[in-house]
């Protein structure tokens, strides 16, 4: 609300109630004039809130200017109370916000599944495994999350199994700190791409900076999500743990100081941006060969390529979405709600964090069965 606006009413009213003459005499004019002043203030009110109604492209101040085949629907430069109420009306971030949110939400669920011990949600992800059968599988799909949150089991494991397996010791075989790393960077991604969208319309400042957090989030989900299958295929074999893990490390902490640089969050560089990223990602396609070549007949071979390849897809799909502007670009002002690229590029972002999931539990829940006796 413009504040200065309405100043000078308030000023009037204090000043009509503080005459003396009218204290004392309340004439008609004096009423009159009191409900005179009462309209105008509302009116005055009523304008200011009108003016928080949603612009179209052109309105918009330069850096907001971003996607020009989103024509309506934007909100620009609002206050933060209103910015932040603006999550239940709506324009064209609502649904940007609301996707990822609730991926948000579904990922600190399933954090709170695995940490406290709840088998069911934590393992609805690996129900799809059911449907690639492997030689193995009927002996290690029920029942994961018992070698995933209660290490001690190993011990029983091992009488229970079948066949006659060596063990290594529980300590190593019940790290689960690479998991949580994963789970946490997704959060991480995908609440600062929800308050993103939610508060870069308020000020061009926050608009940079929250910008600048949206892809520094997308860059740490990217290099959390390699420690999962890095760390358990690579257990018992430090030195490759190293390498990929450091190299990802390195690498992904280059992405974030190039992004960093204010002018890399226009428009003009969403390709550049989209290729760094995605030349994150592929930087797991060695690791992810290393991996094949050594366990090339492990049973899981085809669960975790199974995921890890939807994962790939979903990605690449998403980035393809991003870049290209796709559907708006065909029928601008067509999607300007709902149905436009960045929340197909969404959507398909959680799909890829969520077949990634899936594959995680793979890893832990075979490198806590077999420990460091031999690779996946
Ligand atoms: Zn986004």
Same mark, same amino acid.
Request: charged share 15%.
């Given at each position: 609300m413009n504040t200065s606006e309405l100043g000078p009413?308030?000023?009037?009213k204090t000043g009509g109630m503080t005459n003396t003459t009218t204290l004392l005499i309340p004439s008609e004019t004096a009423v009159k004039d009191k409900n005179k002043n009462k309209n105008k203030s509302k009116k005055k009110r009523e304008k200011a809130e009108r003016s928080y109604g949603l612009v179209s492209f052109q309105e918009l101040p330069e850096y907001m200017k971003d996607n020009e085949f989103i024509l309506n629907y934007y909100r620009a430069e609002w206050p933060l109370k209103e910015t932040l109420f603006s999550i239940f009306r709506w324009h064209n971030e609502t649904l940007n916000v609301w996707t990822h949110l609730i991926g948000f939400i579904l990922f600190l669920g399933l954090t709170f599944a695995n940490l406290m011990?709840?088998?069911?949600? &934590? #393992?609805?992800?690996?129900?799809?495994?059911?449907?690639f059968p492997t030689s193995t599988e009927a002996n290690f799909s029920h029942n994961s999350k018992e070698?995933?949150?209660r290490p001690t089991k190993l011990i029983d494991l091992k009488q229970e199994l079948p066949f006659p397996m #060596?063990?290594?010791p529980p300590e190593v075989a &019940?790290?689960?700190?690479p998991f949580f790393i994963f789970l946490g960077g997704s959060m991480f991604c995908l609440l600062s791409s929800s308050i993103c969208h939610l508060f870069s319309c308020h000020s061009h400042h926050l608009n940079l900076l929250l910008l600048q957090m949206d892809y520094v989030g997308i860059a740490v989900m990217i290099i959390t999500s390699f420690f999962p299958p890095i760390f358990y295929i690579f257990q018992c074999d430090p030195h490759w743990q190293f390498i990929y893990l450091g190299g990802i490390t390195v690498m992904g902490i280059c992405t974030?100081?190039?992004?960093?640089s204010p002018g890399l969050s226009t428009g003009k560089f969403r390709s550049f941006r989209a290729l760094l990223f995605v030349s994150m990602g592929l930087f797991g396609l060695v690791p992810a060969i290393h991996a094949l070549v050594v366990n090339w007949g492990e049973p899981q071979r085809n669960v975790t390529l199974a995921y890890e390849s939807a994962m790939a897809v979903s990605y690449l799909v998403g980035a393809m979405f991003y870049v290209g502007r796709i559907p708006e670009r065909w029928k601008p002002g067509w999607f300007d709600l709902a149905g436009h690229s960045h929340q197909i590029f969404h959507v398909f972002v959680i799909m890829g964090a969520l077949a990634h999931y899936g594959a995680a539990l793979v890893f832990l829940e075979y490198r806590g069965r077999i420990g460091c006796d031999r690779n996946i």
């Open positions: 009413v308030w000023k009037r011990h709840v088998p069911q949600l &934590a #393992d609805f992800i690996t129900i799809f495994t059911r449907h070698f995933l949150l #060596d063990i290594t &019940a790290t689960q700190w974030i100081i190039t992004l960093l």
